[in-house]
């Protein structure tokens, strides 16, 4: 079977640029309609120069855009024509269903669409940089986003010290820029609508050497030409609302991703927090002497 494009994408991206990575994003989250415009139409939805989008589908072995686009249309084509895509296509939630039904068929799909997106090589650039980090690991979100980073900061402290969960951008948090340097990483969630102070934030963080790992929408906050790694996941719903259930999704998937390739240092760090909890009770699985509920007692003859 000939390689498709999406398949051509999937492989290159380890190579590319940081640039050139935000197109293949663009690329794969709205496969393959995002390819069938202009190249300037898909450097402005990457947020990245025309000579860039000529560049990657050069590095792709393609003549030009025009070659790219040809192969990309073939692939439409073949696919219209294929018994499989009806097959392919999401089942509607029936007519009668309620609100809350159709809501939650509607995320269970970005969900699915997000596990088909490609995106291993770019977690694993992001599982890289958190790694490697020599200073802190800051994380800071949007009015609604910070929650995401809350979490995601909960689970890194896991792995290793010094993570900050900065919440979201405030004098305190304003302040905190003045420690920033080469040695640190920021991932920062901005989403639609997005955030000025946010993206200020950004910017001045990257200014002044930080890694910046951006997880936004497929639209892309303006912050991603700042970013060494974005990460984007769709966020429409059957909903007045935008979804967080696929970013959830994403960084619960680059927690499962850094686990995986944990260091045993990593490890140990894990095996002590275990131990301190437990010498603490701080959960229900403590022995019940340690949180003074019910449980056997030593006689007078022990």
């Known amino acids: 079977m000939e390689q498709t494009i999406r398949d051509m994408l999937l492989a290159a991206t380890p190579a590319l640029t ?62 219209l024509h294929s ?54 690991v800051y994380l800071l979100g949007g009015r ?13 402290a896991q792995f290793r010290d010094g993570v900050v969960d900065l919440g979201e951008v405030g004098s305190r948090t304003v302040d905190q820029l003045v420690d920033m340097s080469r ?43 700042h970013a060494e790694v974005t990460l984007t996941c769709p966020v429409e719903a059957q909903s007045p609302f935008d979804t967080m259930a696929p970013a959830l999704a994403q960084i619960e998937a680059l927690t499962a991703h850094l686990l995986a390739a944990a260091r045993p240092e990593a490890r140990a760090r894990i095996e002590a927090l275990e131990a301190i909890r437990a010498a603490n009770a701080v959960t229900m699985d403590a022995e019940p002497a340690l949180r003074g509920g019910p449980g056997p007692k030593p006689s007078k003859d022990d």
């Open 83 to 136: 018994p499989l895509m009806m097959m392919e296509a999401k089942k509607p939630v029936g007519a009668g269903a309620s609100a809350s039904a159709q809501y939650l068929s509607s995320v269970a799909a970005s969900v699915e669409y997000l596990a088909s997106s490609g995106q291993e090589a770019l977690i694993e650039r992001a599982a890289r940089l958190i790694i490697a980090a020599r200073g802190k």
């Open 18 to 79: 940081p640039a050139e990575g935000r197109i293949t994003q663009a690329l794969l989250m709205e496969y393959p309609s995002a390819g069938l415009g202009s190249a300037s139409a898909l450097a402005r939805r990457a947020g990245v120069s025309d000579p860039t989008v000529l560049r990657l589908v050069g590095k792709l072995g393609f003549q030009g855009f025009g070659d790219f686009q040809a192969r990309l249309l073939a692939e439409v084509e073949a696919r």
């Open 144 to 156: 609604f986003s910070r929650h995401l980073a809350g979490m995601l900061s909960g689970y890194l």
């Open 183 to 225: 040695a640190d990483v920021l991932i920062l969630f901005d989403y639609r609508r997005y955030q000025n102070d946010t993206m200020r934030y950004g910017e001045q963080a990257a200014a002044r050497g930080a890694h910046l790992i951006l997880f936004t929408d497929p639209w892309m906050s303006p912050l991603s030409t």
